[in-house]
């Protein structure tokens, strides 16, 4: 298993600490942004315009995030590249989403609200296999003193994480029949991030997720020290899903009553959410866990239909593969966030860097 990056912000207003950032880590943010300029060029059709979309997002994340999108100019400029490629990385979920709605969606989510302990979230994130390099550990104090923590990609502000005020969020693609529109909304990993630097409780997570206006589909499992529950967003929704028993299980597909009609994830067409979400609640059903670590071991579950903790599949284009990039537990009561690189079971991943 290698080491996870990571990088500590100093306490600075927004454009300084993207500044910092970019310059801290120019060939890495360098490296995301043309990853994924090329991802949206191989998933988009003929005519896909990438950066006239994120030009829209730009001007709304200036309007609703006005420091996010401060602190988004300033990456680009440490980083010395285009400010509207930063905005597009940030928007990437909302652009992957119109450039092919059928495409990519994996992660495995567990919430854990015991009735006589703290509430804690544990979640693999997988992605393209051949992005393996382009994520880290990033610790983001604030000038108030209040910090938050989040796993997330270089150039992209936030994605799972945890505050010092004892917010969690955990985060599940989705993909919903409203998702094919031309709108533009909040994305969702600026929403992570305004949870993350911004709420105090679960209630107040939870308010800002009902509130937000979206354009495409995501699951945001939200957490404090006492409570917890998913919220499936979609440009039509929300739906909410609380824990049963103390247990709560998220992968790709819509389960609220709000959303499961436009579920563009059937069980047909990609058993594996479905595989991933029923080994799970067996799992995690038939012995409850009292810890992460019983979490963990569930999910070191391997099933070549659907596995929580994936590695490469050989048979696909490189460009294609997907893993689990990293496994992390999410303790707001501590506050604290357990990052592993890699999946579950410890087993580094043998990326091919060969362009397919």
């Given at each position: ?93 909302e ?62 502000l ?17 993909r ?25 409780s ?5 308010a ?125 009561g501590?506050?604290?966030l ?19």
């Amino acid at each position: 298993m290698s080491p996870v990056r990571t990088f500590t912000s100093s306490p600075l207003p927004p454009r300084e600490r993207g500044v910092e950032f970019g310059r801290g880590n120019a060939d890495a943010v360098r490296r995301s942004v043309a990853g994924y300029l090329e991802l949206f060029a191989r998933r988009g059709a003929p005519g896909y315009d990438a950066r006239r979309w994120a030009a829209e997002f730009r001007d709304l994340i200036g309007d609703l995030e006005p420091d996010a999108l401060t602190e988004i100019v300033g990456i680009a400029e440490g980083a010395r590249v285009d400010a509207l490629d930063v905005v597009a990385v940030n928007a990437r979920t909302e652009l992957l989403a119109k450039a092919d709605p059928y495409g990519q969606r994996e992660c495995s989510s567990v919430l854990v609200t015991p009735a006589d302990a703290p509430a804690y979230g544990v979640q693999t994130w997988d992605w393209y296999a051949s992005m393996a390099d382009n994520w880290l550990r990033w610790r983001v104090p604030q000038p108030d003193g209040s910090w938050l923590e989040t796993v997330t990609e270089y150039g992209l502000l936030a994605k799972i994480g945890v505050s010092s005020r004892g917010v969690g969020v955990l985060l599940n693609m989705l993909r919903h029949g409203g998702d094919d529109n031309d709108r533009v909304g909040l994305p969702v990993h600026l929403l992570s991030r305004r949870i993350l630097a911004r709420a105090a409780s679960y209630d107040e997570a939870a308010a800002m997720c009902q509130d937000a206006k979206v354009c495409a589909s995501t699951s945001l499992t939200v957490l404090d020290r006492g409570r917890g529950a998913t919220v499936e967003l979609f440009p039509d929704g929300p739906g909410v899903l609380e824990p049963t028993d103390g247990v709560l299980v998220r992968t790709n597909h819509f389960v609220s009553e709000a959303g499961r009609d436009g579920c563009l994830t059937p069980e047909d067409v990609y058993p594996s959410s479905y595989l991933r979400r029923r080994h799970l609640e067996r799992a995690l059903r038939a012995r409850p866990p009292g810890s992460p670590d019983d979490v963990l071991a569930a999910m070191e579950h391997h099933d070549p239909a659907g596995g929580v903790c994936r590695h490469p599949q050989q048979q696909l284009e490189a460009w294609q593969r997907s893993a689990t990039l990293a496994t992390v537990v999410v303790e707001p009561g501590v506050p604290s966030l357990r990052v592993m690189s890699g999946g579950p079971c410890g087993e580094p991943e043998v990326v091919s860097r060969e362009r397919g």
